[in-house]
C-alpha cells in the first residue's frame, strides 16, 4: 500500500469510528405511550390518504391534457377524405 491510498484511508476509518462511538453512547428510546402511538398512526394514515387521493387528481389532470394536447382517447369526428380518382 503507497501512502496515497493510506492517506485515502484514515479520514474513512476516522469516520467510522466517530459514527460507532457517537452511536455507542445514545440512551435507549423511551417507552412509548400505546395511545400516542395510535393516535399517530390514525395521523400517518390520514396523511397517506390525502396524498393518494391528491395523486390521483394530478394524475388525472395530466391524463386530461395529454389527451387534448396529442388527441387520445376518442377519435375525432373528422369525414373521411374523399377519395383520388385514377386516371
Not at 484514515?10 to 417507552?31: D, M, R
Not at 402511538?37 to 390518504?49: G, L, R, S, T
Request: charged residues 35%; contains cysteine.
Amino acid at each position: 500500500m503507497n501512502a496515497r491510498e493510506f492517506w485515502k484511508l484514515v479520514p474513512a476509518v476516522l469516520v467510522c469510528s466517530a459514527v460507532s462511538f457517537a452511536y455507542a453512547k445514545l440512551p435507549p428510546p423511551p417507552p412509548v405511550d400505546p395511545a400516542k402511538a395510535e393516535e399517530a398512526k390514525k395521523k400517518a394514515a390520514d396523511a397517506a390518504k390525502k396524498a393518494a387521493e391528491a395523486l390521483a387528481r394530478a394524475q388525472d389532470r395530466v391524463a386530461e391534457r395529454y389527451k387534448r394536447e396529442k388527441g387520445g382517447g376518442t377519435p375525432s369526428a373528422k369525414p373521411p377524405a374523399p377519395e383520388m380518382k385514377k386516371k
